[in-house]
């Protein structure tokens, strides 16, 4: 408790028992020349697209006395229309739904599927989110383990399930923070298991399946209506600050989500900003392919200066082992002074940093090669 007297802090409000001791989800935000910490496409959006998000927009603002589409039905087209075009495999506007960024999509997906006295599971390390998110939804959560080398294998994974009978599973492919890709097999092995036991939802989080060496598992989930695939627009296509998710799924699936999802959820200027951004699709995902070269760059290049690197389908790279003094929190650190942010997930001896521009790689592994030379690992 609080001293007397002194400001009250959140454990002294009557909040959920199960929300007490947490933090909210963050990454630091400094001042520095190269910031590489939060996975963000570090090129700025074509002046060509800018231009026409300029147009929707003035066209929407003309309406904005009125409430938006609250089905998003020309949005929920178009992104059908790139799914089908980037994975070959054809997705009607019905079987996608989108909101304010994938976490929204992921809560909810919790929201209609977990909830009091069910269980979601994850396989850690993974994308911290969706523990918190199962949790604000009063939704048990439940952490499987992945193998040494971070990946996830069919046989662990199906045991995990089997276990602990969840209702809700996520399998993030590529992993963040690992960037590890999950084969389709081991997907099947979960969701085969899952269904064993009960009707269970299993979200395959493609946050990253842009920069992937693989194809996207978007085709797995024909014939499979539990099985729902969610991506976003703030990677891929460079729109963090637009905050704009969507899943692909059957369509009983997104019946299901519209009846938690807020009216009017996603505003008329959200919804013309990404109509734009889909419009300039082909150019967009120019720059993904110098992203993935970049990240296949610090791959090589860290390996060359003695880190370990676990492979990446991502746009960043976690790498490590850092187990001399201070651990990776030094190493952190010690990169901050010479101007460089990476983010330390906590994955023990280990760092993460993104794909940047080649100027900000080149000074980043700068960075890494004088810590490397003072730091005793």
Known sequence: MTAPGAPPTVDDLPVRPELRGKSPYGAPQLEVPVRLNTNENPYPLPEALVARIAERVTEAARGLNRYPDRDALELRGALARYLTDTTGHPIAAEGVWAANGSNEVLQQLLQAFGGPGRTA??????????????????????????????????????????????????????????????????????????????????????????????ASLLPLIEGRPHLV???????????????????????????????????????????????????HTDTLLRYVERLRAERDRLVVELRAAGCEVTDSDANFVQFGTFDGPGGAAEVWRRLLEHGVLVRDNGVPGRLRVTAGTPEENDAFLDAVRAVMKEYDR
């Open 121 to 214: 599971l994850g396989f850690e390390p993974s994308y911290s989110m969706h523990g918190l998110i199962a949790r604000s939804t009063g939704t048990d959560w439940v952490a499987a383990g992945r193998g040494a080398d971070f990946a996830l294998d069919a046989d662990t994974a199906r045991r995990a399930v089997e276990e602990h009978r969840p209702d809700v599973v996520f399998v993030c492919t590529p992993n963040n923070p690992t960037g590890t890709a999950v084969p389709a097999e081991t997907v099947l092995a979960v969701h085969d298991a899952a269904q064993a036991v009960r009707p269970t939802l299993v979200v395959v989080d493609e946050a990253y399946v842009e920069f992937s060496h693989g």
């Open 229 to 279: 695939v969610s991506r976003t627009m703030s990677k891929a296509f460079g729109a963090a600050g637009l905050r704009l998710g969507y899943l692909a799924a059957h369509p009983a699936v997104v019946d299901a989500v519209q009846l938690v999802r807020l009216p009017y959820h996603l505003s008329a200027v959200t919804q013309a900003t990404a109509l734009a951004a889909l419009e």
